[in-house]
């Protein structure tokens, strides 16, 4: 059986109450190369620059007190947890069960956490295949996506179909076994699918947009701050007198998402999202 993703979920406790900022997908991802580098620089270096494997990472999901519209505060003993999903080329997952179960310490923002455990999941190709009839498929992106569709320097700031499912079928194509790779009809898809944003009870669509911090490069003597910006928000995509084909494409492309992440910097905590095919 072909492995295509593993889903590792890892959980942490911080030793003491302490402030990290709201942003925390790219601390996420430093701190776990961090640990790496420790034990193993070159291939920490590896996984970095590697074009063979690809990295998302959720945010840290727990329990926590907003500071203030910069920080947040985390519990003393309580259980945090964040996922890292890797599309698996190298053999990275080993790598990633020695750091876990060496019972290691992460350093996010200059607090320490102690890893307290880890599950994995393990997907292939063949799971994410659609074989039934889709009636529609949901969205919810919970960490901000940033799609620069068509080479545009400008990023997307709303859930448009096309941006979305052509940023899906981009990813899919470098990644999938040749065999399981296809193109979208964008002329299908514009006339027989919709995006219907979530709205709140005066009908204004629930998404929202942000800039945030995907990593800090020097400048000079100071470190200066990189910034991406997209959406979040839930929104469900139907299908009008939509070819079987097309449903099906899209159905493994929702599937795929949750896994994947969606658009760019997924390996910083972007474009973390939660998808479901309705039936």
């Known amino acids: 059986m072909l492995l295509v993703i593993n889903s590792i979920e890892i959980t942490c406790k911080p030793y003491e109450d302490s402030l990290i900022p709201h942003s925390t997908g790219h601390l996420l991802y430093s701190a776990a190369l961090n640990s790496i580098r420790k034990t193993n620089p070159e291939l920490s270096k590896e996984v970095h620059s590697s074009k063979k494997s690809q990295m998302s990472v959720t945010p840290l999901n727990g329990e926590f007190d907003r500071k203030d519209s910069n920080r947040k505060r985390v519990f003393q003993d309580t259980e945090y947890n964040f996922f890292i999903n890797l599309?698996?080329?190298?053999?990275?997952?080993?790598?990633?069960?020695?750091?876990?179960?060496?019972?290691?310490?992460?350093?996010?923002?200059?607090?320490?956490?102690?890893?307290?455990g880890m599950n994995t999941e393990e997907i292939t190709w063949q799971d994410m295949m659609e074989k039934k009839d889709p009636k529609g498929l949901s969205f919810h992106f919970m960490s901000p996506v940033c799609i620069k569709y068509k080479d545009s320097e400008v990023a997307e700031m709303y859930p448009h179909r096309e941006a979305v499912f052509k940023a899906l079928e981009n990813s899919w194509n470098r990644n999938a076994p040749e065999?399981?790779?296809?193109?979208?009809?964008?002329?299908?898809?514009?006339?027989h699918v919709n995006e219907k944003p979530e709205r709140n009870k005066y009908g204004d669509p629930e998404y929202q947009t942000h800039n945030t911090v995907v990593t800090r490069?020097?400048?000079?003597?100071?470190?200066?701050?990189i910034k991406a910006f997209g959406f979040t928000g839930k929104t469900e995509y139907g299908f009008k007198n939509a070819p079987d084909q097309l449903k099906k494409k899209l159905a493994i492309l929702t599937r795929y998402a949750k896994h994947a992440g969606l658009g760019s910097h997924t390996a910083r905590g972007l474009g973390n999202t939660y998808t479901e095919v309705r039936y």
Request: proline share 0%; net charge negative; glycine share 8%.
């Open 87 to 116: 599309i698996d080329s190298e053999g990275f997952q080993e790598l990633f069960n020695d750091f876990v179960l060496s019972g290691e310490t992460l350093e996010i923002a200059g607090e320490d956490f102690k890893v307290t």
């Open 179 to 191: 065999q399981m790779r296809f193109e979208l009809d964008i002329e299908e898809l514009k006339k």
């Open 217 to 225: 490069k020097k400048d000079g003597e100071n470190r200066k701050q």
